[in-house]
T-cell receptor, first 107, second 113 residues
């Protein structure tokens, strides 16, 4: 069993839909990262959080330390949001990566 | 926007060639990382450095080597490339002041024929 599990693996939605991507982990962590990787391969860090909730534009990330679970939400989704969204946790000074969720937003 | 650069962005070479993938950052970060990522798969840490003259192997065994002679520069070298080295290589950097948030370069997509 992987230490970081993301669901779903693939998600296709219509423009405007509310999107939720989940991340569960089984190790003790000091922080959790959400990153976005576009088809060209470049990776952008979206959030780094250790508790509570953060919001940036249409993106919202939440984490529940007790349940070892985090969610990334996208409101009013747009085709330009199409990308792979990756969850990574910091544990013992190392980053453990999820396999990513491939999101496609259709116009 | 993060100031971390990788060159080349794309490289197609023949088996047996020696190659160096360049990574530079202008943020003064002490920590730098190399990740390998096959298509559709998760990133795997292959090398990291916590400062000048400090390099360590990561979780995934790799035949590549790295050096850290200057803070801003963390090149990765393959002495004799093979088709099994075909992958994407991503460089990242971080510092403790920003909570170790990692900033990524654009990646180098390597194909070995």
């Amino acid at each position: 069993k992987n230490e970081v599990e993301q669901s779903p693996q693939n998600l296709t939605a219509q423009e405007g839909e509310f999107i939720t991507i989940n991340c569960s982990y089984s190790v003790g962590i000091s922080a959790l990262h959400w990153l976005q990787q576009h088809p060209g391969g470049g990776i952008v860090s979206l959030f780094m959080l250790s508790s509570g909730k953060k919001k940036h534009g249409r993106l919202i990330a939440t984490i529940n330390i007790q349940e070892k679970h985090s969610s990334l939400h996208i409101t009013a989704s747009h085709p330009r949001d199409s990308a792979v969204y990756i969850c990574a946790v910091r544990s013992n000074y190392q980053l453990i990566w999820g396999a990513g969720t491939k999101l496609i937003i259709k116009p | 926007e993060a100031d971390i650069y990788q060159t080349p962005r794309y490289l197609v070479i023949g088996t047996g060639k020696k190659i160096t993938l360049e990574c530079s950052q202008t943020m003064g970060h002490d920590k730098m990382y190399w990740y390998q990522q096959d298509p559709g798969m998760e990133l795997h840490l292959i090398h990291y450095s916590y400062g000048v003259n400090s390099t360590e192997k990561g979780d995934l065994s790799s035949e590549s080597t790295v050096s850290r002679i200057r803070t801003e520069h963390f090149p990765l070298t393959l002495e004799s490339a093979r088709p099994s080295h075909t992958s994407q290589y991503l460089c990242a950097s971080s510092d403790g002041a920003s909570g170790n948030e990692q900033f990524f370069g654009p990646g180098t997509r390597l194909t070995v024929l």
